[in-house]
């Protein structure tokens, strides 16, 4: 079974430029999450997606950030524009909700640059 | 207020000498508990989780966790420690959110270094 896939593994940018990060979530995964994770901490929740509902994005900073999902299976996430402090690994995760555990499954994660 | 607390920012072992990584968490009901790791660029690999039942519980690469309800802790335990575990460790709680879905709350992690 093939796991959580994101790309680029590795972004390099300019600040004020804008850049964008894709996830596909383990087949039949209703749930799909971002985290942002900087060095040396946890990661933290940006966004969940139950399908295609965006059901928990009140740590998602509006002004610059957007995701979408359109058709309930893989995911963007954009940055626009980019700050040196967006400079951090982007996780994406993916669930399929039985039992309702919590248990993520997650991908190898983004690495953003500003410059 | 729902946490996790992860005592030991840096742990330093030699090859084969035992580990345990120490977690705490604060939560008013039943816990679902994890531990991940993160090997350096690399996502969360999940390690071992607990729901239920025995409280030892057994997870991959040779660790094992034990939930001490008296304790509110949730320790991660491996007898040899091996080069390739220097990463990571991540303990995290399933905790309900209003909801009625599961989120997990993170501890800040422990990073592990082995020393050959």
């Known amino acids: 079974e093939a796991g959580v896939v994101q790309s680029p593994r590795y972004k390099i940018i300019e600040k004020k430029q804008p850049v964008a990060f894709w996830c596909n979530p383990i087949s039949g995964h209703n749930t799909l999450y971002w985290y942002l994770q900087n060095l040396g901490q946890g990661p933290e929740l940006l966004i969940r997606y139950e399908n295609e509902e965006a059901v928990d994005d009140s740590q998602l900073p509006k002004d610059r950030f957007s995701a979408e999902r359109l058709k309930g299976v893989d995911s963007t996430l954009k940055i626009q524009p980019a700050e040196l402090g967006d400079s951090a690994v982007y996780l994406c995760a993916s669930s399929s909700g039985q039992g309702n555990t919590g248990e993520l499954f997650f991908g190898e994660g983004s690495r953003l640059t500003v410059l | 207020a729902q946490s996790v607390t992860q005592p030991d920012i840096h742990i330093t072992v030699s090859e084969g000498a035992s580990l345990e990584l120490r977690c705490n968490y604060s939560?008013?009901?039943?816990?679902?508990l994890f531990w991940y790791v993160q090997s350096p660029g690399q996502g969360l690999q999940l390690l071992l989780k607990y729901f239920s039942g025995d409280t030892l519980v057994q997870g991959i690469k040779g660790f094992e966790a034990e939930f001490k309800r008296s304790q509110s802790s949730f320790n991660l335990r491996k007898p040899s420690v091996h080069w390739s575990d220097a990463a990571e460790y991540f303990c995290a709680v399933g905790a309900l959110n209003a909801g009625n879905n599961r989120k997990l709350i993170w501890g800040l992690g422990t990073s592990l270094a082995v020393n050959p």
């Open positions: 939560y008013g009901a039943t816990p679902y």
